[in-house]
């Protein structure tokens, strides 16, 4: 109960509130500039946090988070560009319903569920957290292996596109991870004599080399891009929303579900929870038909549930140590810089950070629905915020950020590196996100593998002895075979359709 | 599936095998074990056996046409122009590069000030407005690193 006071007290001492307030802003407007994500703005926030306490750092990435991912609504429905991969599943719904004059009941919808979403996604976290927290003071090496190649495998069956390229982005993170002293003998591996990269490849730059240079570079190579803004009239935006909560209160319960459910479950992120909300909201829907020409009701759907994804997120993050998503997979670095471990041992060593992180996302949740209703005030004069001065200064605050980690010009070159090989595997349609997850995860995996393997003497049928180890171990041993299962399920439907065609069958 | 999956497949499956060959320098454990070579050896397997999958995937797709340039609504509202300016992308890393080279003897603020200066002026903002707001963002960035979070920022003859 005292480390309850604590937090909250912590959480509204002025430092915090104002970083929370100034980080909503900063979400505000970078997740309605279409082209700049909830991750970049996260990377780009690390190097503030790293001169900031525990609680206030972790909370500058709640409140940002939360407010990017609802700002990437506004210009989906008033320029039908999505400002951040969340909204990207209900844009052109938005956008429809913009030009059928109801930009106000969107953008109203749009603030007003995704507040709710993420309240109920504070909910769980506060109840879920500490009992899995709980359960994973049991865990030992085994099991923490397992959740790691759990995580990781999922991120691959998630990715867009080819899995076998998501596979490769996740080894190539595996890979950086393994650069630096060796955790059995303290060998040097591919450092090649540099003594900078003996420590290993400095996650900080390198996430934000990932996500930040190479959408710099993207943005700098695009030769034009104008559109024209709807202008909103925020007095009355709320009107006729209370009636949606009434009409859709299952669609909100059922959304927030799933996206809760996406959170939890390591390596997918807001933008996947939107995707599968929306699919299933169509599939339940009694006007079809409306889906992708203007409907209301996938915006409430989808947009309850990436914002409830983002509270889920957390759960695996703080409890394991294992982040939900590529926001995550930076609170984990944050958390570390503090010289904290996330895992069950922070629930018991620092529960006020920790109650202190639930009512920051409360907070940042409330806080929505009056900054909310500003940034579409604002909205015209942010969206006319010119690209090719706003990138450059990205640019600048990239390098001084990647520096100023360990004052070392060495992670510049990181930055670099890492940021041309984002954009050119961008460019040829490989995912990023795993590099960076492959990066978080790949001393977790390797240092409970090898302990794993070490005292039980190279056994390795003692991965599968215990319960909980066991259920992990045979649920990722599925979801590497689903894929092979799969294509040997089409080719022998391909073979039985092809036989009834020849008429033998 | 294009040509450039040809090549990027290809340069994992190097990558694969440059893991492998280095891992051969790595110790073993006592019994013969391996130590720090295994998890390396993984992943440049793991390296080879998806590039292959990304090859076989191409072999079997075929060449779907390259997108549109431009992606125009019905109202003419949004006009999205594709990526074209190849230039930009090089120029942003050989800026990356200069300033690694040359803040420690130019300082800060002049080298990051002709950084982001360079890159406005390539991205047709007019050279006075770039100028000005370089110079405007770098006091501030200075201030808010230099200043406020007591960053050694490198400051080259003029003491900036």
């Known amino acids: ?505 | 599936m294009g040509k450039n999956d040809y090549i990027g497949a290809g340069i994992f499956i190097a990558l694969g095998v440059f893991i492998w060959a280095v891992s051969f320098q790595f110790p073993v454990l006592p019994g013969g074990h391996p130590g720090p070579s295994l998890f390396p050896r993984i992943l440049g397997t793991l390296f080879i056996f998806f590039s292959l999958i990304v090859i076989l995937e191409g072999s079997r797709k075929s060449k779907t046409p390259p997108a549109p340039p431009a992606e125009v609504d019905e109202g003419g509202n949004v006009t999205l122009i594709g990526e074209e300016n190849y230039f930009n992308a090089v120029l942003v890393i050989i800026l990356i590069a200069a300033f690694i080279a040359l803040a420690p003897h130019l300082g800060f603020i002049i080298t990051g000030g002709a950084v982001l200066f360079i890159l406005m002026w390539k991205l047709h903002v007019k050279p006075l407005k770039s100028l000005i707001i370089s110079a405007v963002v770098m006091c501030m960035i200075y201030s808010v690193f230099s200043k406020g979070l007591r960053v050694p920022l490198p400051h080259g003859f003029l003491w900036w």
């Open chain 1, 1 to 505: 109960m005292e480390a309850l006071f604590h937090g909250i007290l912590m959480l509204f001492s002025l430092k915090t509130f104002f970083v929370i307030v100034a980080c909503s802003f900063y979400g505000l407007f970078v997740g309605s500039i279409p082209g700049l994500s909830a991750t970049l703005a996260a990377s780009l926030l690390v190097p503030f946090t790293f001169f900031m306490d525990p609680l206030p750092a972790l909370c500058s990435i709640v409140s940002m988070s939360a407010m990017a991912i609802f700002a990437g609504d506004i210009p989906a429905a008033l320029i039908r560009i999505p400002g951040t991969p969340s909204s990207a599943a209900y844009t052109q719904d938005s956008f429809a319903l913009t030009q059928q004059g109801k930009s106000q009941l969107v953008l109203g919808t749009d603030i007003l569920f995704s507040a709710v979403g993420g309240l109920m996604g504070a909910a769980v976290l506060m109840t879920s957290a500490p009992l899995l927290a709980n359960v994973a003071m049991k865990f030992s090496t085994f099991e923490y292996f397992w959740l790691a190649a759990l995580g990781l495998s999922a991120t691959v069956m998630v990715s867009a596109g080819s899995q076998a390229k998501g596979a490769i982005a996740m080894c190539l993170g595996l890979f950086l991870s393994t650069i630096g002293v060796d955790i059995t003998l303290g060998y040097p591996r591919f450092t090649f004599g540099n003594v900078a990269l003996l420590t290993g490849v400095s996650f900080i730059p390198a996430m934000i080399g990932v996500f930040g240079i190479s959408e710099v570079m993207r943005n700098v190579s695009q030769r034009r891009m104008d559109f024209a803004i709807t202008k909103v009239k925020t007095r009355g935006i709320f009107a006729g929303v209370g009636h949606l909560f009434k009409k859709y209160q299952w669609n909100m319960w059922r959304s927030g579900f799933i996206g809760i459910i996406i959170g939890i479950l390591p390596g997918a992120g807001a933008d996947i929870a939107a995707w599968i909300a929306y699919a299933a909201s169509k599939r339940a829907s009694k006007e079809k038909e409306l889906y992708g020409k203007g409907s209301i009701e996938a915006i409430v759907d989808a947009g309850t549930a990436n914002n409830a994804c983002l509270a889920g997120d957390w759960v695996p993050a703080l409890v394991f140590g294992i982040p939900g998503d590529s926001i995550t997979a930076v609170v984990i670095g944050v958390i570390f810089m503090k010289g904290l471990r996330p895992g069950p041992m922070i629930f018991e060593q620092h529960p006020e950070i920790i109650y202190g992180v639930y009512f920051a996302f409360i907070l940042a949740n409330l806080l929505m629905v009056p900054f909310g209703w500003l940034a579409v005030k604002v909205s015209s004069q942010m969206l006319r915020v010119p690209k090719n001065i706003l990138v450059p200064i990205i640019l600048m605050f990239a390098i001084t950020g990647a520096f100023a980690i360990n004052n070392d010009e060495f992670d510049i070159i990181t930055l670099g590196v890492l940021g041309i090989v984002g954009y050119f595997m961008e460019r040829n349609d490989y995912p990023v996100a795993p590099i960076v997850l492959g990066l978080v995860l790949g001393p977790i995996l390797e240092h409970n593998f090898m302990m794993s393997m070490i005292k039980t003497d190279w056994n390795l049928l003692l991965f599968f002895t215990r319960p909980i180890s066991a259920l992990l171990g045979i649920c990722t041993v599925a979801m590497w075979l689903f894929p092979f299962l799969m294509v040997f399920l089409e080719k022998t439907k391909d073979k039985k359709n092809g036989l009834k065609k020849n008429g033998l069958a």
